[in-house]
């Protein structure tokens, strides 16, 4: 028997991780919520951002603004005080300086601070911190350790099991339990193939990802080819029309309606309103 893994369910009560949320400064800051009881009556909240503790994942094909979400999450947590860990595996360092200087003056944040708060271990140079899942994690932690990090994000987790989807589970197990143990917020960015269109969880690697984390975000995109789609949406022929939904989340009650959303000029993703809604406009 393993001694150290049996407890009585009150001896958790101490470790038990508070209930809040984590804002990304978008509407997915409502789209999680908590039960609370308010004059024996119970009342849903809205969580004010993505639970705390959580690892999350957000999956999508090409050009459906995963990057731009997880990036902005990075901005505005930096912004705000927050140590980042960004942990770069598939754009280098310096494109990764520049996309969120463009962010901090899109979202009119100080740049200043988002320098100092977030750290970055590109591993999209180094095949060693691709190849092998403990140097990169020894890397993380001394991050963690050293600047009192918070929050991480891996963008992506797919290149790190790149031409090894085999072993898609074990490596992002390993992951998932090092960010628990390090009691980090952790957003993951997975990468669908050109076969995993639409609305589900699926990725490379299969269900591994969205077997393991807390919860999956899937983004997606459809452009509109003929005048009923079009008319459908409100849109012209040609345009494309963007979607996120909220794949289950074990930590917390969430939103599960598909919402649309838009990735601006700035390169900023604003999520707009429920389909349901946006189509009765």
């Not at 919520?33 to 809205?46: L, N």
């Not at 957003?187 to 999956?216: N, P, W, Y």
């Amino acid at each position: 028997m393993v001694e150290h893994a049996y407890y009585e369910l009150g001896e958790l009560k101490t470790k038990a991780p508070k209930i809040f949320g984590i804002p990304t400064g978008t509407k997915l800051d409502e789209m999680f919520f908590k039960i609370e009881e308010e004059d024996k009556k119970f009342v849903k909240k809205a969580l004010g951002g993505i639970p705390y503790l959580a690892v999350l994942n957000f999956t999508g094909v090409p050009d459906t603004g995963k990057s731009l979400l997880a990036e902005q999450f990075a901005a505005y947590q930096a912004a705000n005080g927050y140590k980042v860990l960004f942990v770069t595996v598939e754009s280098p360092a310096n494109f990764l300086y520049t996309a969120l200087k463009e962010k901090s003056m899109a979202l009119s944040l100080d740049f200043e601070k988002i320098e100092e708060n977030v750290v970055i271990i590109d591993a999209s140079e180094e095949a060693e911190l691709r190849e092998n899942p403990k140097a990169l994690m020894d890397t993380m932690a001394y991050a963690i350790k050293e600047k009192k990090v918070t929050n991480v994000i891996i963008d992506s987790i797919t290149g790190l099991y790149e031409h090894k989807e085999m072993m898609a589970r074990q490596i992002v197990r390993q992951f998932f339990n090092f960010l628990k143990k390090w009691r980090q917020t952790a957003l993951l960015v997975s990468q669908k193939r050109s076969s995993q269109t639409g609305m589900t969880a699926e990725a490379a690697g299969g269900l591994a990802v969205a077997h393991i984390v807390d919860g999956t975000i899937v983004l997606d995109k459809e452009v509109l080819m003929n005048a009923k789609q079009a008319s459908f949406y409100k849109k012209e022929i040609g345009d494309v029309i963007r979607f996120l939904r909220i794949d289950g989340c074990r930590l917390t009650g969430h939103d599960s309606r598909t919402w649309v959303f838009e990735i601006t000029e700035a390169g900023l993703v604003n999520i707009i309103a429920p389909l349901s809604d946006y189509i009765r406009r």
